[in-house]
């Protein structure tokens, strides 16, 4: 029998993290995004707690709990502040990148001192402008020597200003176009690297976003990632992974949303009688918890289905539409959380305007909803994964990284 319950370890887990957001995030919400980032404290609390370690193995360090557990932690925290998550060190897609793209070696030197302290790791993927005279990045690899430089310039890059390694993606063949790019480790520091400032972005305020330039930095042969010697499948694989993290945040943030206006449609009154009892407002919220449940089903479905090494079409597809699904069940049920707030939910002093914020960044973070519509069909109609089709890139859609 398939069950996509969380276990028994895992609901204890999940109490303790739930216990956690709801009394250590969601009253400070707010403030971190004020503050725009999260306090000192809580990211103290989360790394004591080791839940960014939760799906990484253990012979690298971690607790190898899987992703489906990983995911679960996610949807938990974001039910307390979704923007959280984004500014706590080993939440990033810095952590993805080095499974699925490093060696042994590889993933070893990039995780241990990552998931042994405090520290952030980048990943820089996206860039301002696309490359008007070819597919691929405008930011190269040449070679140099015994390994290669960097030369570009990186837009949307997440906690870029206090990672301690970045994970660059650049074009190394030309000629090749999308499936022509690689992945390099530099580390913050490096000769030629510079983070030049950070984004106003609309909502994840504690996300920290910024723009990194390279000017001819200097990485060595065993800095280059390779994916296990198919690193366009290994890429896919990544952001897939990544994008259901953000998925469940997704999911974590539609039910936060959902319970405070369920409290508000029981609570705000109008010809006698709580508003949530009129038609027109009960199917409202009916409709959004169907949404939301259906939402959380297919996340599960898809972390399990790469924790149980289901054929890696059969994960992608499922993937596919959980993220799609996730995104866009957050964005009606936040929109909706504001309108039935009234006047009230257009104020700063209601959360769910943030919540709505939160909930269209989110949604341009990792593969977006058209891009896992893309990968979805290519899988259904057996065509082939074209890197260039399914992978965020300028020409489509920045990505938030």
């Not at 276990?7 to 009394?23: N, P, R, Y």
């Not at 993805?96 to 790791?121: H, I, K, S, T």
């Not at 696309?130 to 310039?153: C, M």
């Not at 390099?184 to 920290?208: D, M, P, S, Y």
């Amino acid at each position: 029998m398939i069950s996509f319950e969380p276990s028994e370890d895992q609901q204890l887990i999940l109490g303790t993290v739930a216990d956690f957001a709801k009394s250590a995030l969601l009253p400070r919400a707010r403030k971190f995004e004020a503050a725009r980032e999260v306090s000192a404290e809580v990211r103290g609390a989360i790394q004591e707690m080791a839940l960014g370690a939760a799906g990484v193995p253990e012979s690298l360090g971690g607790q190898g709990l899987g992703l489906l557990t990983a995911v679960l932690i996610n949807e938990e925290l974001a039910y307390g502040d979704a923007a959280a998550p984004f500014g706590l060190p080993s939440f990033g897609p810095f952590t993805l990148a080095a499974l699925e793209l490093g060696d042994d070696a590889q993933q070893r030197a990039l995780l241990e001192p990552l998931l042994g302290a405090a520290a952030f790791g980048a990943v820089a993927w996206s860039e301002a402008q696309p490359n008007r005279d070819q597919p691929g990045f405008v930011t190269v690899a040449k070679p140099a020597g015994d390994g290669f430089e960097l030369s570009g310039e990186k837009s949307f890059v997440s906690n870029a200003a206090v990672a301690a390694q970045f994970v660059v993606f650049a074009q190394v063949d030309a000629a090749q176009g999308w499936n022509g790019i690689g992945a390099f480790i530099v580390k913050q520091g490096a000769k030629g690297l510079e983070v030049t400032g950070r984004h106003e972005t609309l909502g994840l305020a504690c996300a920290n976003f910024g723009q990194v330039k390279l000017d001819r930095v200097a990485v060595g042969k065993a800095d280059r990632l390779l994916g296990g010697g198919d690193f366009a499948a290994a890429t896919i694989r990544f952001f897939a992974k990544y994008s259901l993290t953000i998925a469940a945040r997704q999911v974590g943030l539609a039910r936060s949303a959902f319970d405070l206006t369920r409290e508000y449609c029981d609570m705000r009154k109008a010809f006698g009688k709580p508003i949530g009892h009129f038609q027109a407002v009960a199917f409202n919220l009916a409709d959004r918890h169907m949404d939301i449940e259906s939402a959380r089903e297919l996340v599960r479905r898809a972390a399990w289905s790469f924790d149980a090494k289901k054929d890696e079409k059969a994960c992608l597809l499922a993937t596919a539409q959980a993220v799609a699904h996730a995104h866009e069940v957050a964005m009606r049920t936040t929109d909706d959380a504001v309108q039935l707030h009234g006047g009230a939910g257009f104020m700063r002093d209601v959360i769910v305007e943030k919540m709505m914020r939160d909930a269209r960044q989110m949604a341009l973070s990792g593969m977006t909803t058209a891009q896992m519509d893309q990968l979805a069909v290519l899988l259904l109609t057996d065509q082939a994964l074209d890197p260039a089709v399914v992978l965020p890139t300028p020409e489509t859609q920045s990505v938030f990284t």
